[in-house]
Each structure stands twice: as structure tokens, then as C-alpha cells.
């Protein structure tokens, strides 16, 4: 659900993994992506996101990840987000070739009501969620 600030609803947001690694590498377009969203409501990331970033780097690298995860919202897989990314994995394994984390990252958006930001759509055929490549 939105929270209610006034009049005005919180618009939630799903980062994906690529949207941070890209940020990550300096690239402009995906730091412009997190700020402008960080302004237009609420920012999260699944706890998938953090372990992908922190298997995909270097030593010296992971305080950079830890203080750019710190900005934003993590959340944890819980029952109700194991259970639909289980109903995605039954629905889009074979069709998609869908992936554990995957399934995960869009059962949070789903439970969060948010917006999955992410640069591959291909990975996410469910209907029922959100989706935007912002670049």
C-alpha cells in the first residue's frame, strides 16, 4: 500500500539489480534514475538485490556497495513474497527460463505495490506487476 503524505500518495519504487551496478560504475543515467525517484516517493530493493551486488564484486569495492544500499529501502523475503515468487517460478520457469532471484524481485514488487525499475523487462513477463526501463 501508498502511504498517505496530505493529499499525496507515496509512489513506491523497486530498484533492480542493474539499475545499482550501473550507479555503481559511474554511469550518469542510472545516478539521475535514483535521484529523481528518491524524490518522486519511496525507494526500495529486495534483499536479492544485495546479495547479486556483493557476489558480483571486489574486496575493495563493498563498503561502496554497503553506503549506496544504505540510502534506500531493503526488504526481506517473507511468507507471503516466498509464496508468489513460488507461484512464478510454477508459471514462468519453463515459458521464461525464470530465475530464483527473479521470482523474488518481482513478488517484492508485487507485495509492495511498487514499480520494478529495471533494464531488463524481458526478465519479468508476469502481467500483474509494474515495470519500467527508465534509460
Known amino acids: 500500500m501508498e502511504q498517505e503524505t496530505g493529499d499525496k500518495r507515496m509512489k513506491k519504487y523497486l530498484i533492480d539489480t542493474n539499475i545499482f551496478i550501473d550507479h555503481l560504475k559511474g554511469k550518469e543515467p542510472a545516478?539521475?534514475?535514483?535521484?529523481?525517484?528518491?524524490?518522486?516517493?519511496?525507494?526500495?530493493?529486495?534483499?536479492?538485490?544485495?546479495?547479486?551486488?556483493?557476489a558480483g564484486i571486489r574486496e575493495k569495492e563493498i563498503e561502496d556497495v554497503e553506503y549506496l544500499l544504505e540510502i534506500y529501502?531493503?526488504?526481506?523475503?517473507n511468507r507471503e513474497i516466498g509464496e508468489r515468487a513460488g507461484r512464478y517460478m510454477h508459471d514462468f520457469f519453463k515459458s521464461h527460463a525464470l530465475n530464483i532471484g527473479d521470482a523474488i524481485i518481482a513478488a517484492t514488487?508485487?507485495?509492495?505495490?511498487?514499480?520494478?525499475?529495471?533494464?531488463?523487462?524481458?526478465?519479468?513477463?508476469m502481467k500483474d506487476i509494474k515495470i519500467k526501463k527508465p534509460y
Not at 529501502?73 to 523475503?77: A, G, N, P, Q, T
Not at 514488487?109 to 511498487?114: E, K, P, V
Request: no cysteine; hydrophobic share 40%.
Open 31 to 54: 545516478k539521475k534514475t535514483l535521484k529523481s525517484l528518491s524524490e518522486a516517493g519511496e525507494v526500495y530493493y529486495s534483499v536479492v538485490t544485495r546479495i547479486e551486488l556483493l
Open 73 to 77: 529501502k531493503e526488504k526481506d523475503v
Open 109 to 125: 514488487a508485487d507485495y509492495l505495490d511498487a514499480e520494478l525499475i529495471t533494464l531488463n523487462i524481458k526478465h519479468f513477463p
